[in-house]
């Protein structure tokens, strides 16, 4: 059973580009989390997905920032005209349900952001 | 969430047992203890997660004291790969329980 794939794994904006972030939960996983990891600090919630629908983006900077997950394909996380400041890790996680106990989030290996 | 506290590093002997603690005196009746583990550059690994009962998997144990005030998770044989930072969480099993918060974790450095 394939893992969370995340593509690309590394990728190289200059400032005002838009970036494109994919990911692709485990097989079976309907739920996909975004994070952002900064240099130096730890992981922070940006946005919670289902399919077709945005359940919680209170994590998401205001302006810039986008994710959907369409029925079909990969979740999407779009940066629009970029800054050095969105340099930083993007992970993704996927998990199978939510329910009334938790539902344990699986990490993919992450989008390095690098913006020149 | 309640909030976790853990040593900021420590070190291990290849081959001894690991032992990371983790206080969250502040936990409720219904939250869980989750650990993951972050090696340089990786995503975070699940490791173990636990209510109350002490668990055990292919990976490691987790035992949690019986007031649950803390955690101690054991890695019974260290390797070199497993240098890491290991975090530990606590989650709330409602349905808000998605948003999961990384502090700073424990840097576990594994000596040859």
């Known amino acids: 059973n394939a893992g969370v794939m995340q593509n690309p794994r590394h990728l190289v904006r200059r400032r005002g580009q838009e970036a494109r972030l994919r990911c692709s939960p485990m097989?079976?996983?309907?739920?996909v989390y975004w994070y952002r990891q900064l240099p130096e600090e730890g992981l922070k919630f940006m946005v919670y997905?289902?399919?077709?629908?945005?359940?919680?983006e209170s994590g998401m900077p205001k302006e810039r920032f986008s994710a959907e997950f369409p029925k079909e394909g990969p979740s999407i996380l779009r940066i629009q005209q970029v800054v050095r400041g969105d340099s930083a890790a993007y992970f993704c996680?996927?998990?199978?349900?939510?329910?009334?106990?938790?539902?344990?989030?699986?990490f993919g290996p992450g989008t390095r952001l690098t913006v020149l | 969430d309640a909030k976790t506290t853990q040593p900021t590093s420590m070190d291990c002997a290849e081959g001894r047992a690991a032992n990371l603690p983790c206080n969250h005196s502040?936990?409720?009746?219904?939250?869980?203890v989750y650990w993951y583990r972050q090696i340089h550059s990786q995503g975070p690994q699940y490791i173990i997660h636990?209510?109350?009962n002490n668990e055990t998997n292919e990976m490691a144990s987790l035992i949690i004291t019986e007031d649950r005030k803390s955690s101690t998770l054991i890695l019974p044989h260290a390797t070199l790969r497993d240098t890491a930072v290991y975090y530990c969480?606590?989650?709330?099993?409602?349905?808000?329980?998605?948003?999961?918060?990384f502090g700073k974790g424990t840097l576990l450095t594994v000596n040859p």
């Open positions: 996680a996927s998990s199978p349900k939510l329910a009334a106990s938790t539902d344990t989030q699986y």
């Open positions: 097989k079976g996983h309907s739920h």
């Open positions: 997905l289902q399919k077709e629908n945005i359940i919680d």
């Open positions: 502040t936990i409720s009746g219904n939250e869980y």
């Open positions: 636990g209510l109350k």
């Open positions: 969480i606590v989650v709330y099993s409602g349905g808000s329980n998605y948003k999961l918060t």
